[in-house]
């Protein structure tokens, strides 16, 4: 069975610019999640969506993040404009239900100059 | 509103020795509580999770947590210590009947030397 799939791996951009992750669940999960970890920090919930519907997106800065899960499959994270302290990584997570194990991918690794 | 504190940003231990990494969390709901392992440039993976059956659960690689609902701890131990064990340890919980996103403690770095 596949894993949960990230893209980019690693990504280097100025403050102010914009960047956009994307993630593919696992085939037939209908729960994923972001997460940010910080350096020296456990991840962090920015938000999640159950099929293509948004369940908790209390601690996504809106001004500056948005992220859409069309279909209810894939899924892209999107920060514009990057400040500094978006320097981390950002998890996808997917689970078949919303009170299930949740499998991460990779990760993709932020550098904001 | 759900929380975990992880006691020692890091441990080490020799190899073959006892690896015990504590957790306590804070919960005003029947929590699930996790164990994962992240290894250097990679995901997440669980390592043991408990969710209201046996106080005593087993996990992959050797590694077991007891869920001690009076002491509010969810400690992580194994008997014997191998060089492969070294990486990152987060302690997780939930809210079972919710199935909220998790909530993760800061980590906690295991070193293990020969």
């Known amino acids: 069975e596949a894993g949960v799939a990230q893209s980019p791996r690693y990504k280097i951009i100025e403050k102010r610019q914009s960047v956009a992750f994307w993630c593919n669940p696992i085939?037939?999960?209908?729960?994923l999640y972001w997460y940010q970890q910080i350096l020296g920090q456990g991840p962090k919930l920015l938000i999640q969506f159950q099929n293509n519907g948004v369940v908790d997106d209390s601690q996504l800065p809106k001004d500056r993040f948005s992220a859409e899960r069309l279909k209810g499959v894939d899924s892209t994270l999107k920060i514009q404009p990057a400040k500094l302290e978006d320097s981390a990584v950002y998890l996808c997570a997917s689970s078949l239900d919303y009170n299930n194990e949740q499998f991460f991918g990779p990760g993709t690794r932020l550098t904001v100059l | 509103a759900q929380s975990v504190t992880q006691l020692g940003s890091h441990v080490s231990v020799s190899e073959g020795a006892l690896v015990l990494l504590r957790c306590n969390y804070s919960?005003?709901?029947?929590?699930?509580l996790f164990w994962y392992v992240q290894y250097p440039n990679q995901g997440l993976q669980l390592l043991l999770k408990?969710?209201?059956?046996?106080?005593l659960v087993k996990g992959i690689n050797g590694f077991e947590a007891e869920f001690k609902k009076s002491e509010t701890s969810f400690h992580l131990t194994k008997p014997s210590a191998h060089m492969s064990d070294a990486a990152e340890y987060f302690c997780?919980?939930?809210?079972?009947?919710?199935?909220?996103?998790?909530?993760f403690g800061k980590g906690t770095t295991l070193s293990v030397s020969s």
């Open positions: 919960s005003s709901v029947p929590p699930y």
């Open positions: 408990y969710t209201s059956a046996a106080t």
């Open positions: 997780a919980v939930s809210d079972q009947q919710a199935g909220t996103a998790l909530i």
């Open positions: 085939s037939g999960h209908a729960t």
